[in-house]
Structures are given as structure tokens and as C-alpha cells.
Nanobody
């Protein structure tokens, strides 16, 4: 079985920072794109940042210049460094990956979600 294990969410004051981590585990042949999505109450889930295996990145306009996505291919792990956090960043953040398990067809996997709350 393949799963994405997330960590790093929590409560932080405006202007603070958090670093989210997501590790893919199980019998994995390869991972293509990895990314972070978020969903605030009453809103649709939106793409925050994505990264290819080669390191190409893209960001939502609302987080450009504040968030940085990176990955460690040897560890099958993706990170999201979040700086200068604002109350509007409050949401549940989900890890996502397009990957190929060792003995199965390619699939799109989701993490369980980690809650980020930015408040005084």
C-alpha cells in the first residue's frame, strides 16, 4: 500500500512561519509531480504549489514570494516553507502526488490533510 504522511501544521500568529512535510511511503516505482492544495471552510480546494521531479515549480498568485515548495527525491518527500503567514492562509493543507507503485498502475494519491491556523 502507498500513503502520504504529512506533518508540520499548527497554530501560528500572523507574520509567522511554518514548514509542512509530506513523505510518500510504500512500494513506489517513481513519483512525477508532487504538490500542496488547501481548502478553507466554504471554499473549493485550490492548488497552492506544485513541483515536478526535475524541480520546476508553480505557485498560486496569493502565495508567490511567501511560500517555497521543494522536494527530496531520495526520500520521496515534498516540503512547503510558508513565511509571512496571513489569516487568509488558514485552511486544511493537503499533500498530493502522481506516482507509480511498484506492482500497480499509476495513481493520484492524497494525504490526510494537516490544519494550518493563522490567528492572533
Amino acid at each position: 500500500q502507498v500513503q502520504l504522511v504529512e506533518s508540520g501544521g499548527g497554530l501560528v500568529q500572523p507574520g509567522g512561519s511554518l514548514r509542512l512535510s509530506c513523505a510518500a511511503s510504500g512500494s513506489i516505482l517513481s513519483i512525477n509531480t508532487m504538490g500542496w492544495y488547501r481548502q478553507a471552510p466554504g471554499k473549493r480546494r485550490e492548488l497552492v504549489a506544485g513541483i515536478t521531479r526535475g524541480g520546476s515549480t508553480n505557485y498560486a498568485d496569493s502565495v508567490k514570494d511567501r511560500f517555497t515548495i521543494s522536494r527530496d527525491n531520495a526520500k520521496n518527500t515534498v516540503y512547503l516553507q510558508m513565511n509571512s503567514l496571513k489569516p487568509e492562509d488558514t485552511a486544511v493543507y493537503y499533500c498530493n502526488a502522481d506516482l507509480t507503485p511498484l506492482y500497480s498502475d499509476s495513481l493520484n494519491a492524497w494525504g490526510q490533510g494537516t490544519r494550518v491556523t493563522v490567528s492572533s
